[in-house]
C-alpha cells in the first residue's frame, strides 16, 4: 500500500517561504515524484516534478524562480521549497507519484496522491 503524506502547510504573508514534506512509504522508489495544487473554485494544477533519482526537474511556469523540488534520499523525503509566496499561491498543495514515469505534468497521469497541506497567503 503507498502512502503519502504531506506536511509544513500553513498561513504566511506574502513575500514569506514555506517548506513542504512529503513522506512516502509502502514502495521503494517511484518513477517520479511532484507536486500539485488547487485552489477554491480551480482544478488542480501542475507545480513541479521529478525523477525519483533527482534529475529531471520540471516547474510550471508560475513558480519558476520561487519553487524548488527536492528530495532527501535517507529518509525518503520530497520537498517543496517556496520562497516569495503571493496570495495567488493559496491552495492544498498535494504530493503525488508517477508510477510509470514518462514526461506528463497532468494530473490524471500520477498514481499515488497525499491527502494535501493547505497553504494560505495573506496580503
Known amino acids: 500500500q503507498v502512502q503519502l503524506v504531506e506536511s509544513g502547510g500553513g498561513s504566511v504573508q506574502a513575500g514569506d517561504s514555506l517548506r513542504l514534506s512529503c513522506a512516502a512509504s509502502?514502495?521503494?522508489?517511484?518513477?517520479?515524484m511532484g507536486w500539485f495544487r488547487q485552489a477554491p473554485g480551480k482544478e488542480r494544477e501542475f507545480v513541479a516534478i521529478m525523477k525519483w533519482r533527482g534529475d529531471g526537474k520540471q516547474y510550471a511556469d508560475f513558480v519558476k524562480g520561487r519553487f524548488s523540488i527536492s528530495r532527501n534520499n535517507v529518509n525518503n523525503l520530497v520537498y517543496l521549497t517556496m520562497n516569495s509566496l503571493k496570495p495567488e499561491d493559496t491552495a492544498v498543495y498535494y504530493c503525488?507519484?508517477?508510477?510509470?514515469?514518462?514526461?506528463?505534468?497532468?494530473?490524471?497521469?500520477?498514481?499515488?496522491w497525499g491527502k494535501g497541506t493547505l497553504v494560505t497567503v495573506y496580503s
Open positions: 509502502g514502495r521503494p522508489y517511484h518513477s517520479r
Open positions: 503525488a507519484a508517477d508510477r510509470d514515469g514518462g514526461s506528463s505534468t497532468q494530473a490524471y497521469d500520477m498514481d499515488y
